[in-house]
Every structure is written in structure tokens, then in C-alpha cells.
């Protein structure tokens, strides 16, 4: 049974940083893949950032430069690190996973993503 358990978020001035985190558990394998996707009011979700086996990561072209995802296997944690954000960051970020057999479910629009966390809200002003 797998779980996402997300935290970090709050309010900041635009600007500032904060850092997400994403504990994850029930993987049986730990080459699974993780991402963060983020969802504002009144728009769809889209993804922010995704980490596969090996370290590789992708980025939205809005955060590029400005945040980075990484992951701590020995943790099963996965971070965002978001610097310089913007009033347009601001949106419900959702913590992502999938196996790594499945990582294709990651990139292939967020309905076909089996693996939420909760959610936690950003909001910068």
C-alpha cells in the first residue's frame, strides 16, 4: 500500500523560498520515480518537477532555474527546493510517485499517475 506524505508548505512574500518534502512508503523496489505537480485555483494540474532512477530530472519551463527536486533514497524522501518564487507559484503542490517499471505514468499527463499524496498549499504574495 503505498502512501505520500507531503509537508513545507505555508505562505511566503515573493521572493522567498520554501522547501517541500514527500515521504514516501509500500514501494517494494526503490528505483521508483517521484515528481511534484501543482495545481492553482481554477486551473488544471500540471507537473512541476519529476526525479527518475539514476538522478535524471525534468523540469515545468516556468521553474526552471528556480527549483530543484531532489530525492534521498536512504529516506524514501523526495525535497523541492523552491527559490525566487513568484505570485504565480502560488497553487496546491502535490507530491507524485509511481514504480520504476511505471515511471512512464509520470510524463504521460497527470491521469494516468496512480500515486498522490495529500497535497499542501503555497501561497506567496
Known amino acids: 500500500h503505498v502512501q505520500l506524505v507531503e509537508s513545507g508548505g505555508g505562505s511566503v512574500q515573493a521572493g522567498g523560498s520554501l522547501r517541500l518534502s514527500c515521504v514516501a512508503s509500500?514501494?517494494?523496489?526503490?528505483?521508483?520515480?517521484m515528481g511534484w505537480f501543482r495545481q492553482a485555483p481554477g486551473k488544471e494540474r500540471e507537473a512541476v518537477a519529476r526525479?527518475?532512477?539514476?538522478?535524471?530530472?525534468d523540469y515545468a519551463s516556468s521553474v526552471k532555474g528556480r527549483f530543484t527536486i531532489s530525492k534521498d533514497n536512504a529516506e524514501n524522501t523526495l525535497y523541492l527546493q523552491m527559490n525566487s518564487l513568484k505570485v504565480e507559484d502560488t497553487a496546491m503542490y502535490y507530491c507524485a510517485a509511481d514504480s520504476h517499471a511505471s515511471c512512464w505514468r509520470l510524463f504521460g499527463g497527470t491521469r494516468s499517475v496512480r500515486y498522490w499524496g495529500q497535497g499542501t498549499q503555497v501561497t506567496v504574495s
Open positions: 509500500g514501494f517494494t523496489d526503490n528505483r521508483y520515480c
Open positions: 526525479i527518475i532512477s539514476g538522478g535524471t530530472t
